[in-house]
């Protein structure tokens, strides 16, 4: 295919793909780009600690979840064209309670997703598997946990029913703690 040039914006409903051609099977896979959002078109609202929430969509939630109670966070309806974002406003340094990240109704995260995670104070990453409704953040009782003050969890609805994810994790050569895994 030739190189296109464009002239003004270029717009999409459903997202940017990239495609990869499997040189042996001539099989495509492909990849979606660009799921970290334009916060300018959100709201934000900030939120205090509770044992449950519901986000809502297309708002900035800013949150100052430390670990010391547990937390299970709701995502909206997975609705085509949704943004959801969890802005961590202090550091998780309160104890080793969960932040679970659960879809709602019958909505699942895209197959594959990754997330930065740790082990022995080193990174690794986990990706999810088919029908996984959960993200879990489990912080060490520590000042050096991976989710701290400014980092930025995106959640952004492709096609209805499905939530992809991207991150912002602290990026202190410190912040090796605490762990994130994806579950059903």
């Known amino acids: 295919m030739a190189t296109t040039t464009f002239n ?3 717009r999409s409903e459903k997202g940017f793909k990239q495609v990869n051609k499997n ?3 001539g099989v495509y896979t492909s990849r979606t780009l660009g799921l970290k959002p334009d916060l300018t078109s959100l709201t934000a609202t900030v939120v205090a600690t509770s044992s449950s929430l519901t986000y809502t969509k297309n708002v900035i939630t800013i949150n100052n979840y430390t670990g010391t109670t547990a937390q299970t966070v709701t995502l909206p309806a997975a609705t085509q064209g949704d943004i959801v974002v969890h802005a961590q406003s202090v550091d998780t340094t309160g104890d080793v309670n969960a932040l ?3 879809c709602a109704g019958s909505d699942v995260f ?8 740790t082990s022995s104070s080193k990174l690794i990453m986990d990706t999810s ?9 489990t912080p060490a009782n520590a000042t050096t946990n991976r989710l701290t003050m400014g980092c930025y969890l995106y959640f952004t609805c492709i096609t209805t029913g499905t939530w992809h ?7 202190d050569p410190l912040a090796v703690k605490g762990t994130f895994a994806w579950a059903a």
């Open 8 to 10: 003004g914006p270029v």
């Open 23 to 25: 040189s042996t099977t």
């Open 100 to 102: 679970v990240f659960d």
């Open 110 to 117: 895209a197959e594959g997703s990754k997330v930065e995670s």
């Open 129 to 137: 598997a088919e029908n996984e409704t959960k993200l879990t953040f």
């Open 165 to 171: 994810f991207a991150f912002d994790l602290a990026r």
